[in-house]
């Protein structure tokens, strides 16, 4: 079976106790789009355009999600799942010859590139064994031919009733499944012309299809099929999703606004690229007050880019870029710090496709939307530092991406490293356990840089009754601390419960008490 990926269940581990809880600040991107080629709804690891080109078959005049990809590389990004989608594509289908028909085999991955031979053996098989046979499966690089995947499945037999039944044994190829012509008897070995003795390949007696553009419902998928981006759930840390924009267009506010609400529970931020008919801040302005959209966890941007010399420079979208960008910065120096300078320059040969006066950025800014701009021969640069929420009643340090994005990482990492509490009593000994290591935890980012000092604040409660619900075990941990470049404290309670985890903002804390500590 090809190591490329591992389509079964993914088990995530819980952190225990006595574990400290992380501070590493290396971020990990999922990107969202059409490809030519590759597994469908199952998040594939890539480090590289290479690896990109290997699984998903390279950049395609019908998707912006190669060129993505090259974007978000170029300019620092090193860790990012991609998930194809596809609208109505079809597999590849493999007809082996046999003495009443043909067995069919389907290609698992869907796509006009998906190149796949197989052939047929009896070598090892005793002549009684008249039902079984050896069967091998290739994938083939579509430009150069050579053989990049191979399966070997020995002593097959087409009986349903058999042990090792085709359809069964192919159940765990990430190559083939069985058609829907199943025989009775064997298929023939694959003989080629004039060869006697040695068995060829058989190849695709009809080529698969790329199937059709994007819809908002493909890209969304399915919670309960985890399709779309719910395909991202086994991915335990995910910072930045990224959709690059459709060929012949934009998605719709109802893609949008789910791809939102589910950063919003990854505790992680959505990039999204201008509208694509935009092409003024006047424009833009009402377009998002008409909309009356406003998010801390979108990070949005103006104007689009070109590239000198490209011929269709409206639809060249630089949200990849930023992606790759807050990565870098991420492992670098950290989400806390300022996205500005060089650290937010774009790669050289990218420059705004509308420039924009003084008042204009900064109207754009006071929306939420940074600003890409180049003065004076400079390369482009991002401009703002802000998310989406600036233009809505939206907390204000929920508004700076430094403030934002840095507390988006210490709640998601208090909420993992603490899950262990949810399995132990609710007793003095618990809650100082947890205190200590979320304590540990906000000094350790004070050391880092993260936060303006080490004053920090920790409380951890039982879980007390009320008339609604019973006692649940675990705790409440409420945390307070002055994030780096905030002039005062913000305060969260994040619930630990068996049924899961819940946070919410937490006004009017006691931020510069001394801890104490409450047993139930």
């Known amino acids: 079976m090809s190591k490329a990926f591992d389509p079964g269940i993914t088990v995530t581990e819980i952190a225990s106790m006595d574990q400290p809880i992380s501070i590493s600040t290396e971020s990990t991107a999922a990107f969202i789009g059409r490809a030519l080629r590759g597994p469908l709804n199952i998040p594939i690891l890539v480090r590289s355009i290479a690896q990109f080109k290997r699984f998903f078959g390279g950049e395609w005049n019908q998707s912006y999600l190669g060129a993505a990809v090259r974007q978000f ?54 002549a009684e064994d008249s039902d079984i046979f050896n069967l091998t499966i290739q994938r083939l690089d579509s430009e150069t031919g050579l053989v990049i995947d191979q399966e070997i499945h020995y002593r097959l037999s087409c009986q349903v009733e058999h042990d090792n039944f085709i359809g069964d044994a192919l159940l765990t190829s990430s190559l083939a499944r069985l058609g829907t012509n199943a025989l009775a008897v064997r298929p023939d070995v694959t003989i080629g012309p004039g060869v006697s003795f ?45 959709m690059p924009p459709r060929l012949n267009g934009d998605y719709g506010p109802t893609a949008l606004l789910a791809a939102e609400l589910y950063c919003r529970k990854r505790r992680a931020m959505l990039i999204t690229d201008p509208p694509s008919a935009m092409e003024s801040t006047e424009q833009l302005i009402e377009h998002y007050a008409q909309s009356g959209s406003a998010s801390a966890n979108v990070l949005t941007y103006f104007p689009r880019v070109s590239i000198k010399g490209c011929q269709h420079p409206r639809f060249m979208a630089a949200g990849a870029a930023i992606a790759g960008l807050l990565c870098k910065l991420d492992k670098e120096q950290g989400p806390w710090a300022e996205f500005s300078g060089t650290a937010a320059e774009l790669q050289r040969g990218l420059q705004p496709l509308t420039e924009l006066d003084e008042d204009e950025q900064q109207t754009l800014i006071r929306a939420g939307v940074n600003v890409l701009s180049a003065h004076r021969g400079r390369r482009c640069r991002i401009q703002g530092a802000v998310t989406f929420g600036a233009g809505g009643h939206i907390d204000k340090a929920a508004t700076n991406l430094s403030v934002r994005r840095t507390c988006l990482m210490i709640l998601k990492n208090i909420e993992r490293g603490t899950r262990w509490v949810v399995f132990e009593p609710n007793d003095h000994h618990t809650l100082e356990r947890v205190r200590s290591q979320v304590h540990a935890y906000l000094t350790g980012l004070a050391d880092s840089g993260a936060l303006a000092d080490d004053d920090v604040f920790v409380r951890c409660d039982p879980n007390t009754q009320d008339e609604d619900s019973p006692t649940e075990r675990g705790v409440k941990i409420l945390v307070s601390f002055v994030p780096r470049g905030w002039p005062q404290p913000l305060s969260f309670t994040i619930h630990q419960s068996m049924p899961g985890v819940r946070t919410a903002t937490t006004a009017f804390a006691p931020a510069r008490v001394r801890p104490v500590l409450r047993a139930g």
């Open 73 to 126: 590389f170029e300019h620092g990004g090193t860790t990012l799942y991609v998930v194809r989608v596809a609208n109505n594509a079809t597999g590849a289908i493999i007809e082996l010859p046999a003495a009443n028909g043909k067995l069919t085999l389907s290609a698992i991955e869907y796509g006009s590139e998906e190149k796949l031979r197989a052939s047929v053996d009896y070598d090892g098989i005793a």
């Open 198 to 242: 040695q068995a060829t390949y058989v190849g695709v007696a009809r080529r698969g299809g790329n199937g059709n553009e994007l819809t908002d419902y493909d890209v969304i998928g399915s919670a309960a099929s985890e399709t779309g981006m719910f395909a991202l759930n086994g991915i335990e840390n995910i910072n930045l999703l990224y």
